[in-house]
Every structure is written in C-alpha cells, then in structure tokens.
C-alpha cells in the first residue's frame, strides 16, 4: 500500500527545516538528497548504505558521455526557462 502525506513546514533563519515524525519512522534515514527541478524542491532519503542500494541499478550499456552531456544541458536549460517564467 502506497500512503502519501502532505503537509507543512517553515524555513529557519539557518536554513533548517522539521521533517514530520511519521516520515522520519517511515523512510528511516537521518539524510536526505535535496533536488531543485527548477519548479520544484524535491527531497529524498538517502540509505545508510548507498553501495548495497545501488547495486545492479546500472546494469546493461549506459548512454555515451556525449549523450550524457547533451541531456544535462536540455535538463538545465529546461530549469533555466522554469526559473525566468512568471509563477
């Protein structure tokens, strides 16, 4: 079963923010990957092991460092574009 929760937060002077008690016991991680999409802050947990999670998460021919490098720059230019956007 997949649950979803939303709710609310407020950004210290320093920066920090409270994760809710019942997310912190669901993911169960003290660390967390924050990601800007450029419309969007996303976090996620990050496991107590990252190695063991990430086995076998690349398995087959990855894309070309060209190809990489081509997707990055579509990627940022898109966030760019988000940011210069009236909301």
């Known amino acids: ?14 920066g920090q923010i409270s994760i809710p008690a019942a997310v912190r016991r ?3 991680t ?9 419309d969007a802050l996303v976090l996620g947990p ?3 092991d990252p190695i063991a999670a990430a086995v076998g998460s690349l398995v087959g021919p990855g894309p070309s460092s060209a ?5 990055v720059r579509a990627e940022e230019a898109t966030a760019n574009e988000r940011r210069r956007s009236p909301a």
């Open 1 to 14: 079963m997949v649950r979803y929760m939303k709710s609310t937060t407020t950004i210290s002077k320093g």
């Open 26 to 28: 669901r993911w169960q």
């Open 30 to 38: 003290r660390q967390l990957l924050v990601e800007d999409q450029g």
């Open 46 to 48: 990050i496991p107590a």
């Open 67 to 71: 190809e990489v490098r081509s997707l």
